[in-house]
T-cell receptor, first 114, second 111 residues
Framework: SAVISQKPSRDICQRGTSLTIQCQVDSQVTMMFWYRQQPGQSLTLIATANQGSEATYESGFVIDKFPISRPNLTFSTLTVSNMSPEDSSIYLC???????????FGEGSRLTVL | GIQVEQSPPDLILQEGANSTLRCNFSDSVNNLQWFHQNPWGQLINLFYIPSGTKQNGRLSATTVATERYSLLYISSSQTTDSGVYFCAVARGRGGANNLFFGTGTRLTVIP
């Protein structure tokens, strides 16, 4: 398994502001991902955080709105920029460990935008 | 992408009852996982089970990859089992980047 810590665990933000979410893993991992879960919905992949290069974004998500950093193999950040109420969601960091490709998730960051 | 359907969408159980949750998927997969999302939003890994059967305490899971479905069994349910159960699948050896999630089954266990 993996110990994955996210900060903040929850926050309430004003429209138009930006928030950066941090993800720290207890060991080096090759693959780190960011997911979004809108209220009452399932999880959707935002992007793959690549160490040493730009993140790979899924359809419907862009770097200007969700800039991602991955400075090393244990840490990543996701910024939600110029927030609107539609960005109110749980944002989850995920890592792939072991040869099987099993994914493990952090505790999530619950974001409410007023 | 791969379509993942879970049933039932909602389930209410009396404490001590047993239940079966189903996950159907539209294509062949190399990765299938079951998760439990607790009321605080945390996703807890239950099983990594692209094929075969596994058991962990009161929970067990079976995946029949050739028929594109997986089942999660919960026996002697407890109130702490409440939450949303997600099935997620991916293609690609070693686990593809994109894990496709089903819409979940919301389980409520009442005392």
């Amino acid at each position: 398994s993996a110990v994955i810590s996210q900060k903040p665990s929850r926050d309430i933000c004003q429209r138009g502001t930006s928030l950066t979410i941090q993800c720290q893993v207890d060991s080096q991992v090759t693959m780190m991902f960011w997911y979004r879960q809108q209220p009452g919905q399932s999880l959707t992949l935002i992007a793959t955080a690549n160490q040493g290069s730009e993140a790979t974004y899924e359809s419907g998500f862009v770097i200007d709105k969700f800039p991602i950093s991955r400075p090393n193999l244990t840490f990543s950040t996701l910024t939600v920029s110029n927030m609107s109420p539609e960005d109110s969601s749980i944002y989850l960091c995920s890592v792939r460990k072991g040869y099987t490709g099993e994914l493990f998730f952090g505790e999530g960051s619950r974001l409410t935008v007023l | 992408g791969i379509q993942v359907e879970q049933s039932p969408p909602d389930l209410i159980l009396q404490e001590g009852a047993n239940s079966t949750l189903r996950c159907n998927f539209s294509d062949s997969v190399n990765n299938l996982q079951w998760f439990h999302q607790n009321p605080w939003g945390q996703l807890i890994n239950l099983f990594y089970i692209p094929s075969g059967t596994k058991q962990n305490g009161r929970l067990s899971a079976t995946t029949v990859a050739t028929e594109r479905y997986s089942l999660l069994y919960i026996s002697s349910s407890q109130t702490t089992d409440s939450g949303v159960y997600f099935c997620a699948v991916a293609r690609g050896r070693g686990g593809a980047n994109n894990l496709f999630f089903g819409t979940g089954t919301r389980l409520t266990v009442i005392p």
